[in-house]
């Protein structure tokens, strides 16, 4: 019964630890199921700055926001706002 249960132990910690040190496709050392996407896409970008809605997310105005997003991803991107202020998101 021990035995068994230090097997066990041995075993989880094994396989706790190949999770942990396995490497995705070169990226740094994380678990399969967390993916460090590098995609712009689908995510906000608050390193732009204030994002004015109707002006940084429109095409006519060649926004920021949009000129930023529409170059990873097709759809552009928009102004979305957090708490009080606005921040770039681009579309998925």
Known sequence: MLSTKIVSLFLFAAIVLCIGFSKVEGQKNIAPWVYNIKSICCREHPSLGRCLPGIDDKADNDGKCW???VEG?????????FGNKHICHCYC
Do not use: D, I, N, P
């Not at 991803?73 to 706002?81: N, Q, V």
């Open 67 to 69: 000129k930023y997003c």
């Open 73 to 81: 991803c097709e759809r552009g991107g928009f102004c979305k706002l």
